[in-house]
């Protein structure tokens, strides 16, 4: 399973030898990500140059990435990081879909993972997702899936919190296909705390 997730790196708490990674960024308000609208050039006017871009195929077209990446720690040196990141992803020079993730606390994307058992593939719709664990941290349109199975119309919702000081992250994927049902859920929970111990959970099956 590919998980078209953002760039994470460790190289500052290995080696203990620095106190930020990457560089800051503004983070996008939801108005500047509007899909299907937002050209790249608008984007990196709000953003400016990007750590990392590339280009790929996804589901045989396409389609160019730009990430974004910062972490800070606290002390000179420091086991503690906060951290955001954002990938946008362009089709012909336009927003296809976004995927942020952050643990600052003024704009943390955590939720409860707990929920996931609440929401049934081929019955939920949008609606109940979004009960449940709210606005995502990203979307994605066709052909930016994390599955084979997706065709045109098909769109993604991503729900992603990494803890770069623990190496946790959890993820959850929503995939919906044109009537808004969810067609395939993507989970997996890693390193994350638990009850305030720092107790590694397995990672959980690839789907439901």
């Known amino acids: 399973m590919k998980y078209y997730v953002l760039i994470a790196t460790f190289i500052c708490i290995v080696l203990n030898s620095c106190n930020t990674f990457g560089v800051n960024f503004v983070t996008p308000k939801e108005q500047d990500l509007i899909i299907g ?3 790249k050039q608008i984007l990196l ?7 990392k871009s590339s280009k790929d195929l996804r589901n045989g077209q396409m389609v160019e990435s730009l990430y974004y990446y910062y972490a800070i720690g606290q002390g000179a040196i420091t086991s503690t990081y906060s ?7 362009f089709k012909n020079d336009t927003l296809i879909g976004y995927i942020f ?8 994307t955590d939720f409860d993972e707990t ?8 019955k939920s719709s949008q609606e109940d997702v979004l009960a449940s664990f709210g606005k995502p941290s990203g979307k994605t349109l066709y052909p930016v899936t994390e599955e084979d199975k997706t065709q045109e119309g098909d ?43 720092k ?7 690839d789907t439901y």
């Open 83 to 89: 951290s955001k990141a954002f990938t946008a992803f």
């Open 199 to 205: 107790q590694e959970t397995k990672r959980k099956g």
């Open 155 to 197: 769109y993604n919702f991503y729900y992603v919190f990494e803890d770069i000081s623990t190496k946790g992250e959890k993820l959850i994927v929503f995939t919906f296909g044109s009537n808004n049902i969810v067609k395939n859920i993507v989970f997996s929970v890693e390193n994350m705390e638990q009850n305030k111990n």
């Open 115 to 122: 929920k996931v058992e609440k929401i049934v593939k081929g």
């Open 37 to 39: 609208i937002t050209t």
């Open 101 to 108: 993730n952050s643990s600052f606390k003024e704009e943390s």
């Open 45 to 51: 006017n709000k953003l400016k140059k990007p750590i």
